[in-house]
């Protein structure tokens, strides 16, 4: 089984920035595309960012499309998430996981908290 751990999240005032990592335990995880997603209170958890296995490819959901940047290295077993013009409602717990059907077991995640 795949580990992930997240790292990265903190607290930050809006228009700020924060850098999310996640690593993997395998090298499985250069064979998956892979996805962040976030949860926030009382809310369900949703896809925010995809990349590709090779990296080549990303897509982003319309909330955070222009002010957040995934990539991957593969060399490291990561993922990463940049995230510029942080807003209140980006507030959430983010984790990393492949985007097959069959998930990984989901790290703890990284709770990102923005104020306004």
């Known amino acids: 089984q795949v580990q992930l751990v997240e790292s990265g999240g903190g607290l930050v005032q809006a228009g700020g920035s924060l850098r999310l990592s996640c690593a993997a335990s395998?090298?499985?995880?250069?064979?998956?595309?892979m996805g962040w997603y976030r949860q926030a209170p009382g809310k369900q958890r949703e896809l925010v960012a995809t990349?590709?296995?090779?990296?080549?490819?990303?897509n982003y959901a319309d909330s955070v499309k222009g002010r957040f940047t995934i990539s991957r290295d593969n060399a490291k077993n990561t993922v990463y998430l940049q995230m510029n013009s942080l807003k209140p409602e980006d507030t959430a717990v983010y984790y990393c996981?492949?985007?097959?059907?069959?998930?990984?077991?989901w790290g703890q995640g990284t709770q990102v908290t923005v104020s306004s």
């Open positions: 990349i590709t296995s090779g990296g080549g490819s990303t």
């Open positions: 996981n492949t985007l097959k059907w069959e998930k990984w077991a």
């Open positions: 395998k090298s499985i995880f250069s064979l998956n595309g």
